[in-house]
């Protein structure tokens, strides 16, 4: 059983250009969550999404950056004209299927490390 | 939002020695969990503790929950290179809207042979 993937595993990109990140959950997972963690620092949460549904996006800056995870294919972290700061490693994380107020361990994809130019 | 505070950031230790690293918080966990993170790879769960005094143990490792549910400390006997990595707590913020979580700022452990 595949753990959570994430590609690319690297991203390069200049300032002003727009970074596509994707997401496939474990096999049986349908909640996934996005988090940025910048160099030396924890990891801070960004998105939380269900299929087809954005259900917590407090944690998502209001301009450049998107999130998607479609019926089909994986989940897409855009960020529309990257800067600098944008430097980060993207890690996203999935869940099972639950309701309520279940515990469900969150398991994490090896990241994608973007470095702004 | 609750800030988990982590101390000390870095560690640095020969092979065999001991070492604690601590979690610490303003208001009470719901539930508090440890993980570890390699570099190039993201944070895989070591445990979770949820009770109040709660201890678990993990081979050489030994967590613990603080009464009060506000502090946590993660104890390594007899330090091996592969335990080398970033340790990060992270509180589970439960509800209907998911289980995102609160991630500290990390330890980052450094085991010499």
């Known amino acids: 059983n595949a753990g959570v993937m994430q590609n690319p595993r690297h991203l390069v990109r200049r300032r002003g250009q727009e970074a596509r990140l994707r997401c496939s959950p474990m096999k049986g997972h349908s909640h996934v969550y996005w988090y940025r963690q910048l160099p030396e620092e924890g990891l801070k949460f960004m998105v939380y999404?269900?299929?087809?549904?954005?259900?917590?996006e407090s944690g998502m800056p209001k301009e450049r950056f998107s999130a998607e995870f479609p019926k089909e294919g994986p989940s897409i972290l855009r960020i529309q004209q990257v800067v600098r700061g944008d430097s980060a490693a993207y890690f996203c994380?999935?869940?099972?299927?639950?309701?309520?107020?279940?515990?469900?361990?969150?398991?994490f994809g090896p990241g994608t490390r973007l470095t702004v130019l | 939002t609750q800030l988990l505070e982590q101390s000390p950031q870095f560690l640095s230790i020969q092979e065999g020695e001991n070492l604690t690293v601590y979690c610490n918080s303003s208001?009470?966990?719901?539930?508090l969990q440890w993980y570890r993170q390699e570099p190039g790879e993201g944070p895989v769960l070591l445990v979770t503790?949820?009770?109040?005094?709660e201890v678990k143990k993990l081979k050489r490792l030994t967590f613990q929950f603080g009464d009060a549910r506000k502090d946590s400390s993660l104890h390594i006997t007899a330090a091996q290179p592969g335990d080398t990595g970033l340790y990060l707590c992270a509180e589970r913020e439960a509800g209907a809207a998911g289980n995102k979580l609160t991630f500290g700022g990390g330890t980052r452990v450094l085991v010499k042979p």
């Open positions: 208001s009470v966990f719901s539930s």
């Open positions: 999404l269900q299929k087809e549904n954005i259900i917590d």
């Open positions: 503790v949820v009770t109040g005094g």
């Open positions: 994380a999935s869940s099972p299927q639950s309701g309520g107020f279940s515990y469900n361990e969150q398991f």
